[in-house]
């Protein structure tokens, strides 16, 4: 019985002998196999086919350790640049937790993308590497970088839901590399700055007369919650800016500043997450003031706007502050031809945006003007202009000289006012311009004007004339050499009147004539005694702009003497037999 017992735990025990070996070649055959895979390709456990891991799924080490190493074998200049993303390793485990929170509700609506670094030397990496292998241009050798769900210099994650979305380039992904470029030229504009560069210049420029601009590039958090723009720095930089301004052309001007909503940019080791991403230049600017009176709707807004916005060939995005909504759909061409992307109302707004390349503030200088040598791309009032023109589709590019089209006759615009500065002699002065040989179109322009219609009569005239006022602000839809003419009331104010219509339309190329109304064309004469202080001595009125206005703008017309008028368009009519 013994015997037999024996025999069968000799049998049991070669039998579980059996097992521990073929175990153990199991064991050693999967450790061989994970050994190679680690050796060859070390992030392989790690990473689907497509190599890629989402930020969600990534362990918190794996995340430390490759933004150590990467700190640990960057050069200088990458770790310069890299620096640009300053929350510190601590904040990994929050970034974590708040992926995991997001991942049940964004699901496949999140993206990850690579940024190109602008340090690098424009070496093109393979696509799949920028489109979301895990490798970013600012790798060393031997380590991949996993996509993170903040701002740096080599990363980028787009976190909109579907209505957002709309506001982010529509181009397919191949296309879309998120590459943020100031501009484009033609549509293919490499990156052209420096981030060593610009992070050594101060953040804002306050010494313009006309307007403070702040301009960056970089690691940026713009939080209109907290009406903030934050450049981020490295834990090691020392700089420590702050500045405030309203982002309105109207420096010194409190009264009209008075309701624009004050902005703080500030360099800054710390910030809020960013909830949205953009990949294309952000402008902060406010629509407030004086605009709503078409002359500072164009010299307060629309000249500046294009001046700092024009070069990025609508890839650009607008965030405007104090916006009226009338307004912008008032101008919604111009904003539709600036910019490829929806208006964010920056009061309203709640979220954080990061961004690479911010201007808050727009660049003007003199009166309804630009000044081709600060201008960016040396911009002019021609490229205005020219603007304009084809903004609202207009044909007429310039002037024909008289006789080229058999029977036409020179269209005379005569712009008519019908509170001050009017014209009380309208008819008389009709039936003398007709007299000369001018087609007369008369129209009034105003806050409610529709532009679109308005600007096509304005180009289709030769000559346009009328009293100083907003209205002569539409010669800006006149074609190239056509004339303005400008009547100047009584008031000792033809310097501000030339500054204000005079050099801008002559910078546009347009002609222009300028008319001063001698003291028996004033309505002025029907308050006063022509004795009066306020015809001897004008200049002893000018006791500001709004006493200047009140005098001799807000109560006065004009009956145009025609016969000494009569003159001044004779020599317009020379001017286009030229």
């Known amino acids: 019985m013994k015997a037999v017992e024996r025999a069968k735990l000799v049998r049991s025990l070669r039998q579980e002998s059996r097992r521990l070996r073929l175990l153990v ?39 430390i350790r490759q933004a150590t190493d990467a700190d640990a074998t960057a050069d200088p ?23 995991n929170t997001k991942a049940t509700t964004k699901d496949s609506e999140e993206r990850a993308h690579t940024v190109r670094d602008p340090q690098q030397s424009g070496k093109k990496e393979p696509e799949s590497r920028l489109l979301g292998s895990g490798g970013g241009e600012g790798e060393k050798k031997g380590h991949r970088k996993v996509t993170l769900p903040t701002v740096s210099n ?31 030229s033609d549509g293919s504009q490499q990156q052209d700055w ?15 007369f006309r307007a403070n601009v702040c301009e960056m590039r970089g690691n940026i958090r713009i939080h209109p919650n907290a009406s903030s723009v934050m450049y981020m720095e490295p834990a090691s930089s020392k700089r420590n800016e702050l500045w405030k301004l309203k982002p309105y052309p109207r420096k010194g001007d409190e009264l009209c500043l008075s309701k624009v909503t004050e902005l703080t940019v500030k360099s800054s080791k710390v910030a809020p997450e960013c909830t949205k991403y953009h990949n294309v230049p952000v402008v902060v600017f406010a629509l407030t003031g004086y605009t709503g009176n078409l002359f500072h709707d164009f010299t307060d807004a629309l000249v500046p706007l294009f001046t700092t916005a024009s070069e990025f060939n609508g890839e650009v995005q607008f965030l405007i502050t104090d916006m009226a909504i009338w ?8 904003f539709k031809k600036l910019s490829n992307y929806p208006l964010i109302d920056f009061n309203k707004d709640t979220d954080v945006h990061c961004v690479k390349h911010a201007i808050v503030g727009l660049h003007a200088y003199m009166e309804f003007t630009i000044d081709p040598s600060k201008a960016p791309h040396n911009y002019t009032m021609v490229d205005f202009n020219r603007f304009m023109r084809r903004t609202y589709e207009l044909p007429r590019e310039a002037v024909s000289a008289l006789g080229e089209i058999p029977k036409a006759k020179p ?25 000369l040989g001018f087609e007369v179109v008369v129209e009034e322009a105003n ?51 030339r500054i204000d219509f005079g050099d801008p339309a002559e910078q546009m190329g ?30 002893a009125f000018h006791k500001g702009f709004e006493f200047i206005k009140e005098t001799f703008m807000d109560k006065q017309n004009v009956r145009l003497d025609c016969n000494r008028f009569r003159p001044v368009l004779l020599q317009t009519l020379d001017l286009l037999n030229q």
């Open 154 to 184: 080599y990363t980028i994650r787009d976190a909109e839901d579907g209505d957002n979305a709309k506001q982010q380039d529509s181009r397919p992904e191949t296309e879309n590399k998120l590459e943020m470029v100031a501009g484009k």
């Open 194 to 208: 420096d981030d060593a560069e610009w992070g050594s210049k101060p953040l804002c420029d306050f010494s313009n």
């Open 411 to 435: 269209r005379l615009l005569i712009i008519s006012r019908q509170r001050t500065r009017m014209f009380l002699n309208l008819p008389e002065i009709i039936a003398m311009a007709e007299g």
């Open 77 to 99: 200049a990458q770790r310069s640049a890299a620096a640009q993303d300053p929350k510190p390793l601590d904040d990994f485990e929050d970034a974590e937790a708040n992926a």
């Open 510 to 539: 347009l002609r222009y004539k300028q008319y001063s109304i001698a003291v028996h064309e004033s309505s002025l004469t029907d308050q006063y005694p022509l004795d009066h202080e306020i015809f001897k001595n004008p200049l």
């Open 25 to 63: 070649l199991v064991i050693g055959f999967f450790l061989v196999t994970l050994t190679f895979v680690v050796l060859s390709k070390p992030d392989a456990p790690l990473f689907n086919l497509n190599g890629r891991l989402s930020v969600d799924e990534a362990p918190r080490s794996l995340l």
């Open 447 to 497: 806050v409610s004007s529709d532009l679109s219609q308005f600007s096509k009569v304005v180009n289709s005239v030769d000559v346009m004339m009328g009293v100083h006022g907003a209205g002569l602000t539409n010669c800006v839809f006149l074609p190239h050499n056509a004339t303005l003419i400008q009547i100047v009331p009584w008031g000792g104010i033809e310097g501000v009147c």
């Open 327 to 334: 307004w912008t759909r008032k101008y919604h061409v111009v």
